[in-house]
């Protein structure tokens, strides 16, 4: 379609008309160039980078159809349906189809029908879709997730490897290979592999800059902390939770749910059914948290994953970074956050000890695990850290990390430390953590007397440290490496070498201090809030929701959160402004543009009717002086329930934000929020009663008016 619009259009052209987008990011137009002028590429950009448009607008500039080859065949019909809307003419091939779809594609592909075309690589392979090909006018092979010819890594797919079959059955045709894994070898191995020697390498790096890192320490009560974090940042959102066992899956799932949250469990233990279903609420609705083993998100593409949360500890930087980047493939603000604690720390090591692996497998499982713990305790930007773990520098910290956000607190741990460690050296490296500290603080235990350690010279020589502090020092030993933890003797801890310095007082220590737990006053910060327009944001939300319902498509294919966001920001107000929202092409302006307008002007009007009310401005201004609802009735001589009227008009033009206008506690909220959505006619007086008349009718009306309805 995009040819009929324009006549030998450029690539910008395209850009711009087609996808709705002002400019190339990174080294999109470089690597197109080179496409167009029939070169290969082989194009490593960080996940969220912006890959997909260096093949498609090629395809829709060059003639014929371009093949691409991707492994998920669970994503081909969802990159296809994307495609759709932007009007590109779009297919693909897998087993999924029936016989009778797949001769339909066949027959576009030979009418030169097809801009793009997705297949699987074994479907490729196969020489009936080879000699089509033979038959077919082709513009170019984009190869995606070409780190699956890689044997060493955690892709690979045989079928990959037969893919240089292509370079010598179609040698004119331009090949672009792309992929995320942008380390040396695995470079190495896809040039080699596929035979990409003449390609340019395009390199833009790892890092993900959207992505926030944050690690905290468990303090007892991680799954309460997990639940803060959503409830204060990310209420709505999208996001995965990761735990360990199958076990711990179920019980989070259930007890978030209990929370009145969208969580849904997601393990290899369950049917295959629920399983799919699960995973297919989480592409299609809006707000899903799934709870999962890490089993989950290969091939899981959905751009706006908003927050990723890690109940346990990875086993590796490798496997952190590759989980916490399924946050924000869509390059907006996304959240990663972790609690670990000394717990994880000893199953973790335990799982590995006790593994059935070779030794030199063993020894690298162990260096990789040791450096996730470095990455845990570090005190300095973790985005740096992480990156000079891959070989990649990074010259100024973050800024976008705990440690950069909120430095944390060191402290001279050395003579505790020294303390700790000859604890363990008097007591026989033969004991675990907890006894450790017990004989640590003294205390009066029947164990200990049997040990005769009420007679060692630690026995109660830490009473300047609590019993939290005393294990948080400990993990640090051992997460430092001084300290190491033998399970074939039950879980004792042992002294290692790197002990030697800091017991003799060669070597200062310094760490991390502990946080203390804090009763942190629950704050909304969800990623749009900032734009201060959450009515009108929620609107265009529900808005998109069910025009994707309507077609079957996950929300996100309409228009992306981006869209969404610069809408509520600049509120167009014609369909020539909305044409200018980035992601607003040719084609989505014809099919929504109308649509959306309209909602965004309905808001507007509501905005101004509050704007030229004076009486409601006046009671926002008398709030925001501190007064309270009473307050200002009593000040302006009007009753209560006149004053929630305007405070509830206020919150629904946006003007004001629920938290601000009531004096209650996030929770009290939740409370509320969540009974209008168990009752089934919205009304005051239905949710006064279900909630026992506790609350106020102009207190259900403002927090009503603040849930859109
Ligand atoms: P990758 O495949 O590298 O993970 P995508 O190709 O899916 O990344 O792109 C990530 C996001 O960035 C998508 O939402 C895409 O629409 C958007 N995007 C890509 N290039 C541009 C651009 N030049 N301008 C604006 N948005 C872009
Ligand atoms: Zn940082």
């Not at 850009?15 to 029939?38: D, H, M, P, T, W």
């Not at 081909?76 to 897998?94: S, T, Y």
Request: proline share 3%; glycine share 8%.
């Amino acid at each position: 379609m995009s040819t009929e619009l324009v006549v030998n259009p450029t690539a910008h052209q395209i850009l711009q008309s087609v996808f709705g987008y002002e400019s190339f990011r990174n080294q999109q137009e470089a690597v197109i160039e080179q496409i167009l002028a029939g070169g290969d590429a082989l194009v490593l950009m960080p996940t969220g980078g912006g890959k997909s448009l260096c093949y498609q607008v090629p395809a829709l500039v060059l003639d014929g159809t371009a093949i691409v080859i991707s492994p998920l065949i669970a994503l081909m019909q969802d990159q296809v349906m994307a495609l759709r809307q932007f009007g590109i003419k779009a297919a693909f091939i897998n087993s999924s189809l029936s016989p009778e779809d797949v001769n339909e594609v066949e027959t576009r592909l030979l009418n030169g029908d097809l801009d793009l075309l997705y297949v699987a690589p074994e479907r490729l392979m196969m020489s009936r879709m080879l000699s089509l090909l033979d038959r077919t006018k082709l513009s170019l092979f984009a190869i995606d997730e070409a780190h699956c010819v890689s044997q060493w890594g955690h892709d690979f797919r045989p079928e990959y490897i037969q893919l240089s079959v292509l370079h010598e059955r179609f040698p004119s045709i331009p090949r672009i290979a792309l992929t995320a894994t942008a380390d040396e070898t695995t470079r190495a191995e896809i040039i080699q592999r596929l035979s990409l020697d003449q390609a340019q390498v395009f390199n833009d790096g790892f890092d993900r800059p959207n992505i926030q890192y944050r690690i905290n320490e468990n303090q007892g009560n991680a799954r309460e902390q997990l639940l803060r974090f959503i409830l204060n940042e990310h209420e709505g959102d999208t996001g995965i939770v990761y735990c360990l066992s199958r076990k711990r899956v179920d019980q989070i799932a259930q007890w978030l749910e209990g929370k009145g949250l969208k969580a849904l469990p997601y393990h290899a233990g369950m049917s295959n059914e629920v399983r799919a279903h699960h995973q297919e609420r989480f592409l299609r609705e809006e707000g899903v948290v799934i709870v999962a083993t890490i089993a989950f998100g290969m091939g899981i593409d959905k751009p706006d994953v908003r927050f990723v949360a890690h109940l346990n500890l990875p086993k590796s930087i490798e496997g952190y970074y590759q989980e916490t980047g399924r946050a924000g493939r869509d390059g907006l603000p996304a959240n990663t956050w972790m609690s670990y604690g000394l717990q994880d720390v000893i199953t973790l090591k335990q799982m590995q000890q006790g593994s059935t692996g070779e030794e030199n497998y063993k020894r690298i499982e162990g260096h990789k695990l040791d450096a996730m713990l470095g990455l845990c305790e570090i005190t300095t930007c973790r985005r740096q850290a992480m990156l000079r773990y891959f070989g990649d520098a990074m010259g100024e910290p973050c800024g976008n990390c705990d440690n950069c956000l909120s430095p944390p607190e060191t402290w001279d741990a050395t003579l505790a430390a020294q303390k700790a460690i000859s604890c363990v050296h008097r007591t026989g490296q033969r004991f675990g953590v907890k006894y450790l500290v017990d004989v640590l603080l003294g205390k009066d235990d029947e164990r200990i007397m049997q040990f005769d350690h009420h007679k060692v010279s630690t026995f109660g020589i830490g009473t300047e440290l609590d019993n939290k502090e005393w294990s948080t020092l400990y993990r640090q030993l051992i997460a430092n490496g001084l300290l190491r933890v033998d399970f074939e003797r039950h879980g004792s801890v042992q002294l290692t070498e790197a002990a030697r310095p800091v017991l003799k007082g060669e070597q200062q220590l310094t760490l991390r201090k502990m946080l203390k737990s804090s009763k942190t006053k629950l704050r909304k910060s969800r990623t749009f809030s900032a734009t201060a327009n959450n009515a009108l944001w929620e609107a265009l939300r529900e808005h998109r929701m069910t025009l994707a319902e309507q077609q079957g498509v996950p929300a996100y294919v309409i228009f992306h959160d981006a869209t969404l966001a610069e809408m509520t920001e600049r509120q167009p107000q014609t369909l020539q402004q909305i044409s200018k929202i980035t992601g607003v092409g040719e084609r989505k302006l014809e099919a929504y543009g109308d649509s959306f307008l309209a909602v965004i002007l309905s808001h507007s009007q509501a905005e101004q009717d509050v704007n030229k009310s004076d009486t409601v401005q006046e009671t926002i201004d008398l709030l925001t002086q501190k007064l309270n609802p009473q307050e200002i009735a009593d000040k302006r001589e009007l009753t209560l329930s006149t004053i929630y009227k305007h405070l509830s008009q206020g919150i629904e033009a946006g003007e004001l934000n629920l938290v601000d206008a009531l004096s209650l506690e996030e929770e009290q909220i939740r409370i509320i929020q969540n009974a209008f959505e168990h009752c089934d006619d919205g009304k005051l007086k239905t949710v006064y009663e279900a909630l026992d008349g506790e609350y106020d009718y102009g207190v259900l009306g403002c927090v009503r008016a603040s849930m859109g309805e």
